[in-house]
């Protein structure tokens, strides 16, 4: 039995979010970078992102630690993210790439915000690899004269 396996048995048996002080902290970080089930993604895009030039991450982190259905029918606008995220500007680019390339240039060493998913629907984790691969940020992870 594998590491999400008793997260999900525990999620099954409690209605409640898990208290995220019982999670070690490299499980919180892994699950935040990492994707959602394809049944848990399809039920939100169907609901709440058909529309949408592009789908947002949805990480295994809200599927497994949070009420995020609930929270979505009560705050909707403060909980999903905005069609506007998720248009590419002419250069290829979203506007959480934008914020990145902000972020990575101001801060190095910190634990990644879980708002690039809440409010940019991004997965920071494969969108700095895009970043780099298109010239935007150097081997170690700041803008390049592109990226700024």
Same mark, same amino acid.
């Given at each position: 039995?594998?590491?999400?396996?008793?997260?999900?048995?525990?999620?099954?048996? *409690?209605?409640?979010?898990?208290? $995220?002080?019982?999670? =070690?902290?490299?499980?919180?970080? +892994? /699950? %935040?970078?990492?994707?959602? #089930?394809?049944?848990?993604?399809?039920?939100?895009?169907?609901?709440?992102?058909?529309?949408?030039?592009?789908?947002?991450?949805? *990480?295994?982190?809200?599927?497994? $630690?949070?009420?995020? =259905?609930?929270?979505?029918?009560? +705050? /909707? %606008?403060?909980?999903?993210? #905005?069609?506007?995220?998720?248009?590419?500007?002419?250069?290829?680019?979203?506007?959480?790439?934008?914020?990145?390339?902000?972020?990575?240039?101001?801060?190095?060493?910190?634990?990644?915000?879980?708002?690039?998913?809440?409010?940019?629907?991004?997965?920071?984790?494969?969108?700095?690899?895009?970043?780099?691969?298109?010239?935007?940020?150097?081997?170690?992870?700041?803008?390049?004269?592109?990226?700024?």
């Amino acid at each position: 039995m594998g590491f999400f396996d008793l997260f999900k048995i525990k999620k099954a048996l *409690s209605p409640e979010p898990l208290d $995220n002080k019982s999670i =070690f902290p490299e499980q919180i970080n +892994f /699950s %935040q970078s990492a994707k959602a #089930s394809d049944n848990y993604c399809q039920k939100i895009y169907d609901l709440y992102y058909k529309d949408y030039p592009e789908m947002p991450f949805i *990480s295994k982190d809200r599927e497994l $630690n949070t009420n995020w =259905f609930e929270q979505a029918k009560t +705050f /909707s %606008q403060q909980s999903l993210v #905005s069609k506007s995220m998720m248009k590419r500007y002419s250069d290829g680019l979203l506007p959480g790439h934008i914020y990145m390339l902000y972020w990575l240039k101001k801060y190095s060493n910190k634990k990644t915000p879980a708002y690039f998913e809440y409010e940019y629907g991004i997965d920071f984790v494969a969108e700095k690899t895009f970043l780099k691969r298109n010239g935007y940020l150097d081997e170690l992870d700041k803008p390049t004269p592109k990226g700024i």
